[in-house]
């Protein structure tokens, strides 16, 4: 387990301190900031902080990009659906039609033989 020490903060540069925390990654900063308390020697408990909001927010936009993506092409496949299906209802209207006038022919054809 990492200690606090070897936390950023201090006299430290802010940009060190995030890829400081970057390396740390969200769980263990989560876990020291619940179990040091408000008391961080070393440690700018601010920047951590807001890395872990702004760290949220990525994983917010990144999921709501996801479902929208998911979205779109759930939408693209219905659409997909709907003009197969309305291909295929005007496949059976043609296929009725070529059925009823082959019948018409059929029943034409036979019914000279039959007087």
Known sequence: MITVSRLPGGNIPREKQIKTLERLGKSEVKYLLANQGSHHPGFERNVAEEW????????????????????????????????????ARIAAIIAAAIAAIATIIAAYIAAPLTK
């Open 52 to 87: 872990l909001r702004q760290k949220e927010d990525e994983r917010t936009t990144f999921s709501s990009a996801r479902r929208d993506a998911r979205e779109e092409e759930t939408l693209s496949i219905a659409r997909k659906a709907s003009t197969d299906a309305r291909s």
